[in-house]
């Protein structure tokens, strides 16, 4: 049914509203009837104009038809059709007017018709078209938001169904808003001019938000927008032939396009974004911005003084995010600048779109982007984080222009390709495809270079980065025509390519390369690191070893056609791995040794010897003992100059070797070591090298003298002269003398007579300490002598003394020790009666005895010196009788501690301990009148000592101290004369001591091996000494001897030059 309305006034409403003609008016009277045709007026602007395409919702079988001229009809008819029940509704305008104000929402079933006559959202502040889902605004002509300046209009499609039409969709020069939501549309039959035209004068903001699955923004030629925004999101899409976004002087656009199947772009056109202003546009999250569907350009900035900034996945600053899709011929940079960033987190998001123009390049974000297009643009190329690869495996993607390089730089294609640009920074190269790389330019970047597969190569003086990192992992490393200095080299495989060239690796930490180095070029090794090669090497240049080292992990690594120099500092190591290699000259260090010994060390041309160390490991033990070999082949292979061989003993346990010996440098083929002429090539370090009790020596040639080989040997070969015999009378033929074998004389280490001769020194400072009654306590007060004023005949004494040491053994080593100790004793009486005495003594003695012995196979060598240090305690017990008979009996222990220096060497310190036991007795008989008498004497000692083990270098050394008896038989005369001071008692005394016959034994043990070296103790000594005591008043006396000690026979012979000590007595 049609219905005609009239304006009548509701007083509930406050306004007049549409009324069908046969609806009666209220009884309020005519006033308010006049109140209500005039109405209340809204004002309001809109905001945005966008297209929507809406699907319509059906209703039921009634409908009503409304008709409206002016804005408050307007209003009175969507209410009306809102509360209608009618299925659908139909508001019809008859007349062009202007909303003023926010209109109510149109509901679902409602359905205005403008036809050709435009609607205009906005002369006043806060005017509204609200469309709802089902609802529909259908216009012929055009749609204007927020069309007055410094007002605000706002146009809403929103719900399933909603949907709005005009011919154009225009906004500005006021604030227009756009809300097309969850599934309306907005569609346009021509151009979307938004926020005025290109007069300053006439431009606004226009903010476009189109959001929702199957929300829709359909312009059908032309979308032009200046200032604003634009926000497509959750599945929306919003299309136009053409697309201008930002296209004035003075226009910033921002544009953000998310969410998966949200589209923004164009159907059949360009896509500009940034004419002559300013447009910034980030797609992400899976959207797609196209440009004619793929087959236009998308432009970037076109003209002169304009920006434009794509962003894929978040804007530059922003957190990265998911990227979206660019669908267009390419992304080209026009006049003004162009930006194409890319800001995303996905691991591998390949952008095929070629890039060209004037773009300049942002990788921004944490993922990595694929570039597969052949671009050619000219603005640059900025890695600040993330991946940027070029290619995909395939034969497509390229950059041109300056690359500054903070992040990763990937090449990935199978074809040969030249990449003609300058790449500074601190990021990383790396090349992962299978085809051919040529870089062209210069490199500045310092974050290191990594080949994968295919071919990296160099096609300019500057275009490899020097001082950085290269890794080969597979492919190849051409360095070109021109040298390369890296800060390591590294890899798991691959080649490096010298070609003519030389590689430096100046590396300051470790690395290893498992790949190979070809060509004809050489290698240096500088730096502190150490760098390890494990793949086979067939390049014929020069390798040199300016610092650190140079180590080969698996055998034959090394280029067997390279020479090599092995600078001072630097280290060569085979690291137990046996090389072949052209020649050697060396004034570092060669190292053949591994965990076990065997490696050798072929050299096929001279060995140079500038003052440097060839390190050998050695089991040292029998002729037969394995060891690493240094072997000269060929006659070219020539030894000279000086070179030190440093042995370190694996495992060997010390042997006597006999023949020629353990062979340590060989000679083959022709080659020559001047073991026949200077024997100057080679000299061991140390002069020796110790295991077990033996030290070998590195000697010249074999056991006869023959050969250029050199070899160990703990033992030196020596023919004995021929006795030429009676020469018979003249004419007679005398009887051939049969030649004499040679002798094998072994050479013991030094350490063999220090460690035999120790256990009888510091036996002869334990006797010492004990020494006899008198010496060590002095003469008895004389008979009548005035006891103390306290009446007891207790004595406290001390004494200092010094004693020689000069003991010649014979034995395995036949050591000999010369030394002095010097120190004190003091002690005190504890029970103290007219006939017996008991106490004890504290005691210590310092010093130190050399020792000469055989050594090096060397008769009285000197082989260093012993450090003695010992404490002493002992308790005694003495009985005197009125007759002159006596008898002392003595207990002492030693706490001894001593450090064992051979010649040479480093100390190494033992410690032990000592008891002894001792009887004493004489017996004084008075020379008539005189004041003089004689005392034979008697005394038996008992030594036991035990010495701990030693560890030294190959060996641990045990000591096995013998113990034994010492017998003393003497005679002393004693005079007394009466001086000035008080009496003194002189004497002189002579004694013959004899030791029991006995060995001590130094074993030195190595593994199962036992060496034993034994230094005889028996032996027989005279000694002759003069003292006195003298007492210095009623309770102090002052005693002292001096005396000297000579040999009388037997293995041991021990003498002294003079012997003294000095002490005090007091009673208390």
């Known amino acids: 049914m049609n219905l005609y309305y009239r304006t009548v006034w509701s007083e509930g409403l406050g306004a007049g509203v549409a009324a069908a003609e046969n609806a009666r008016a209220p009884r309020s009277g005519g006033a308010r009837g006049a109140r209500g045709a005039r109405g209340s007026r809204r004002t309001a602007t809109a905001s945005a104009a966008l297209a929507l395409v809406a699907v319509a919702v059906g209703g039921a079988a009634q409908a009503a038809t409304f008709s409206v001229a002016n804005e408050a009809q307007l209003i009175a008819a969507i209410d009306a059709a809102n509360a209608s029940a009618d299925p659908t509704s139909v508001i019809t305008v008859t007349k062009a007017f202007t909303v003023t104000t926010p209109l109510p929402q149109i509901k679902a079933n409602v359905t205005v018709n403008s036809a050709a006559i435009a609607t205009t959202i906005g002369s006043a502040a806060g005017a509204s078209l609200d469309v709802q889902a089902g609802a529909s605004y259908q216009s012929t002509a055009a749609i204007r938001v927020g069309n007055v300046a410094a007002t605000s209009g706002t146009l809403v499609a929103q719900g399933s169904g909603a949907s709005v039409a005009a011919s154009v969709l225009q906004t500005g020069p006021g604030l227009a808003t756009i809300r097309v939501l969850d599934g309306a549309s907005v569609v346009t039959a021509g151009n979307a001019e938004l926020g005025g035209n290109n007069a300053a004068s006439n431009k606004g903001v226009t903010n476009i938000v189109v959001s929702g699955n199957g929300s829709t923004l359909n312009i059908g030629t032309g979308y032009y927008q200046h200032d604003g925004s634009l926000q497509a999101s959750g599945g929306a899409k919003v299309e136009a032939n053409v697309m201008q976004l930002g296209l004035s002087v003075g226009d910033v656009f921002t544009g953000v396009v998310t969410g998966a199947g949200t589209v923004v772009g164009t159907r059949s056109g360009i896509l500009t974004l940034g004419g002559y202003g300013t447009a910034n546009v980030t797609v992400g999250d899976g959207a797609i911005i196209k440009s004619n569907n793929g087959g236009s350009m998308l432009v970037l900035a076109s003209q002169p003084g304009s920006t434009a900034t794509l962003n894929i996945g978040a804007a530059a600053g922003d957190a990265p995010a998911a990227p979206g899709i660019v669908n267009a011929l390419n992304v080209n940079g026009g006049a003004g600048k162009a930006t194409l960033n890319f800001n995303h987190d996905a691991s591998a998001y390949e952008f095929a779109v070629p890039i060209t123009g004037s773009t300049a390049v942002n990788q921004v974000g944490s993922g990595t982007t694929v570039l597969t297009g052949n671009s050619t643009y000219g603005g640059g190329t900025n890695i600040a984080a993330g991946t940027l690869q070029v290619g995909n495996g395939g034969t497509t993607g390229s950059f041109f222009g300056n690359v500054t390089n903070n992040a990763a730089l990937v090449v990935n294609r199978k074809d040969a390709f030249t990449l003609a640009v300058n790449i500074s920074g601190a990021g990383t190269v790396q090349q992962l495809g299978t085809g051919t790389t040529t870089l062209v330019g210069t490199s500045t970047y310092t974050g290191g270079t990594t080949v994968e597969a295919g071919r990296l190569a160099a096609g300019s003086a500057g275009a490899f980065a020097q001082n950085t990192a290269y890794t080969v992992n597979g492919g190849t490393l051409d360095l070109g025509n021109w040298d390369l200095a890296a800060s390591s080299l590294s890899g798991t495989g691959g080649t490096v390519a010298l070609n003519a060239r030389t590689f430096t690796a100046n590396q300051a930490g470790d690395s290893t390369y498992a790949g190979a180095i070809t060509g004809t070029g050489g290698l240096v090794k500088d730096g502190a690191g150490a760098l390890t090669l494990s793949g086979g090497s067939k390049y014929s240049g020069a390798t040199t070893v300016a610092g650190g080292t140079l180590r080969a992990s698996a055998a034959n690594v090394l280029s067997g056609a390279s020479a090599f120099n092995v600078a001072a500092g630097a280290t060569l190591d085979l690291a137990g791995n046996s090389q072949t290699i052209a020649s050697v000259t060396n004034g570092g260090t060669v ?55 440093q042995v370190t003993n694996l495992t060997g346990l010390g042997a006597l070797t006999t023949g020629n010996g353990i062979e340590v440098i060989s000679a083959i083929n022709g080659a020559t070591t001047t073991a026949q002429t200077g024997k100057s090539a080679f000299a061991l370090a140390g002069g020796h090298v110790d295991a077990g009790a033996y030290e070998y020596r590195l000697h010249a040639a074999d056991a006869s003298g023959a050969g250029e080989n050199w070899y160990l040997r703990s033992s030196i070969t020596v023919t004995p002269p021929v006795d030429p015999g009676n020469p018979g009378s003249p004419g007679t033929p005398t009887t051939p003398v049969s030649p004499i074998a040679p002798i094998v004389i072994p050479t013991y280490r030094a350490e063999a007579s220090l460690y035999a001769a120790l256990p009888s020194q510091l036996r002869q400072g334990n006797l010492a300490m004990l020494a006899d009654l008198r010496k060590r306590v002095g003469d008895d007060d004389v008979k009548g002598t005035a006891t103390t004023p306290t009446g007891s005949d207790r004595r406290a004494w001390a004494r200092v003394l010094s004693t020689d040491i000069d003991i010649q053994q014979g034995g395995t080593v036949s050591p000999t020790s010369k030394g002095r100790l010097t120190g004190f004793q003091a002690g005190t009486d504890l029970l103290a009666t007219p006939n017996w005495r008991a106490g004890l003594y504290v005691g210590q003695l310092d010093g130190d005895a050399t020792v000469n012995g055989f050594a090096s196979g060397v008769n009285n060598l000197r082989t260093g010196r012993n450090d003695l240090r010992s404490q002493y305690v002992g308790i005694y017990s003495t009985f005197t009788a009125d007759s002159g008979l006596y008898a002392d009996v003595v207990v002492q222990s030693g706490r001894h501690r001593y450090t064992v220096e051979p010649m040479l060497g480093g100390g190494v310190g033992g410690k032990g301990n000592s008891l002894l036991g001792s009887i004493e007795v004489g017996q004084s008989f008075a020379l008539g009148g005189s004041g003089w008498a004689i005392e034979p004497q008697l005394q038996l000692i008992h030594q036991h000592m035990d010495l701990s083990d030693s560890a030294i270098l190959g060996a641990v050394v045990q000591p096995d101290a013998d113990s034994g008896w010492i017998a003393r038989a003497g005679v002393r005369v004693k005079g007394q004369i009466d001086t000035g001071i008080g009496a003194l008692q002189p004497y002189g005394r002579f004694n013959v001591y004899r030791t029991s016959s006995g060995a001590d034994i130094a074993r030195f043990v190595n593994g199962a091996t036992r060496t034993g070296i034994e230094a005889p103790t028996g032996g027989t000594s005279t000694e002759l000494a003069g003292g006195f005591t003298l007492a210095l008043g009623q309770t102090t006396s002052l005693y002292g001897e001096i005396g000297k000690l000579w040999s009388s026979g037997g293995d041991a012979r021990v003498k002294s030059s003079i012997n003294g000590s000095l002490g005090v007595r007091v009673k208390w």
């Open 591 to 645: 190292s053949l040794m591994g965990a076990a010994p065997g490696t050798t060390l072929t050299v096929t041309g001279p060995w140079v010897g500038n003052g440097g160390t060839l390190r050998l490991g050695t089991a040292l033990g029998g002729s037969a003992s394995a060891s690493d070999r240094l072997v000269l082949s060929g006659a070219t292979a020539v030894a000279s100059g000086t070179t030190n061989v």
